[in-house]
């Protein structure tokens, strides 16, 4: 079966040799999102809770663009520059899963992409 490769102006462009998300068989596979704001290509914030928000809305943005949305999410992989920020984006990423949670890990890492606080990727089914 072919995969198909999935890109939305909602969500920030690429910023290396990859895709917003992929699909194939019913499961979209999204690439981490950071806290970038697709207008501006700028952080949406300096600090992890604004980063965190922005993440959401990228994520969000492009499970919507592949037909999918956060209640499919099975699982999703959490970044962090600063494991001290685990309580906020906890909360932040918590609020778009009010129910039937996914499975999760979070680790914290010692860079991100563009010096970012907080990256996040999922799968999800279609």
């Not at 950071?34 to 959401?56: H, L, R, Y």
């Not at 890492?109 to 563009?114: A, D, G, N, S, Y």
């Amino acid at each position: 079966m072919e995969h198909e490769l999935i890109h939305t102006s909602q969500a920030p462009e690429a910023i290396g040799p990859y895709s917003q998300a992929a699909t194939h068989n019913g499961m979209v596979y999204c690439s981490g999102q950071i806290g970038v704001d697709p207008e501006t290509g700028e952080f949406a914030g300096a600090d992890v809770n604004s980063q965190a928000e922005q993440v959401m809305q990228n994520l969000e943005a492009v499970l919507e663009a592949a037909g999918s949305s956060f209640s499919k999410v099975l699982r999703c992989t959490i970044f962090l520059e600063n494991m001290e920020d685990f309580v906020t984006v906890n909360k932040i990423y918590g609020s778009r899963f009010p129910q039937n949670p996914p499975a999760r890990e979070t680790v914290a890492v010692r860079t991100l992409p563009k010096n970012a606080k907080v990256e996040i990727s999922c799968i999800a089914y279609i």
